[in-house]
């Protein structure tokens, strides 16, 4: 979103309190995210709103939409775009256990992937990877080549959709992993182009002041490790959000 569009003032909640949203249920999901969402709203009066996790959108969106009067983008696994580019017919979907259960997912494979096999693996343990790559630690590649070996067993397969937006963080450990090369595919570009679309090319009048962006956790502290973290994405502001939900 910030290549497409660069005066677009971005805040980023970090749910940190709650997850991994991969292991709760459907109920404690829609039962959170209106409550969490709608305070914050009300204070920062954002154009659009994009829920930037798998598991989430193919839960809560509804619930979300119901109590927001602002678009509402959702993150769904890029199986269409891994089918289409998929020669072998084989592909596998990587995510969280809540994501790759979803009926959603079985929906979007039924529509876009029938002609295909498709390999679905959960793991939260590749979560955790991803958020300590997050604070600056390092990962553990016996893990990340654990948690991906079941998606190589049989016939080669030439995708990986990554369904769990933490996983594009590991994209060069999880290549390196791979015992052959795939496409690792996920739904970044697809979002920032819907966005684009909703909002369309927002610019700032001459003399605007900067721009800046915020980092909100729901944790009650933001370490100077995930400062460090946000900063290289470009947020330059933090804060814990006192209140919320816990």
């Known amino acids: 979103?910030?290549?497409?569009?660069?005066?677009?003032?971005?805040?980023?909640?970090?749910?940190?309190?709650?997850?991994?949203?991969?292991?709760?249920?459907?109920?404690?999901?829609?039962?959170?995210?209106?409550?969490?969402l709608a305070p914050l709203c009300d204070v920062l009066r954002p154009d659009i709103v994009v829920i930037a996790c798998n598991t989430a959108s193919t839960t809560a969106l509804p619930a979300?939409?119901?109590v927001l009067d602002v678009p509402v983008v959702?993150?769904?696994?890029?199986?269409?775009?891994?089918?289409?580019?998929s020669k072998q017919r084989r592909i596998a979907v990587l995510g969280t256990p809540g994501t790759v259960r979803r009926a959603y997912v079985?929906?979007?494979?039924e529509r876009y992937a029938a002609d295909c096999e498709v390999r679905l693996k959960g793991s939260l343990a590749l979560v955790e990877q991803a958020e300590r790559k997050l604070r600056g630690e390092s990962v553990d590649m016996a893990i990340i080549t654990a948690e991906t070996a079941p998606l190589f067993q049989g016939d080669p397969i030439d995708a990986v959709v990554l369904a769990c937006t933490h996983f594009p963080l590991l994209?060069?450990?999880?290549?390196?992993?791979a015992p052959y090369p795939v496409d690792w595919i996920d739904s970044g570009d697809a979002i920032a182009r819907r966005v684009e679309s909703l909002l369309g090319k927002q610019t700032r009048p001459k003399g605007h002041p900067p721009l800046y962006q915020t980092a909100f956790s729901t944790a009650p502290l933001i370490t100077f490790a995930q400062r460090r973290t946000f900063a290289a994405y470009?947020?330059?502001?933090?804060?814990?959000?006192?209140?919320?939900?816990?």
């Open 74 to 85: 959702g993150v769904v696994p890029a199986i269409k775009p891994a089918a289409a580019a």
């Open 171 to 177: 994209r060069d450990e999880l290549a390196q992993a």
């Open 234 to 246: 470009g947020f330059s502001h933090y804060a814990s959000l006192k209140g919320a939900p816990t």
């Open 106 to 109: 079985d929906d979007l494979i």
């Open 1 to 36: 979103m910030r290549a497409r569009l660069p005066d677009l003032r971005q805040s980023y909640l970090a749910d940190d309190a709650f997850r991994p949203y991969g292991e709760k249920t459907e109920a404690q999901i829609r039962a959170r995210l209106p409550d969490l």
């Open 64 to 66: 979300v939409r119901a």
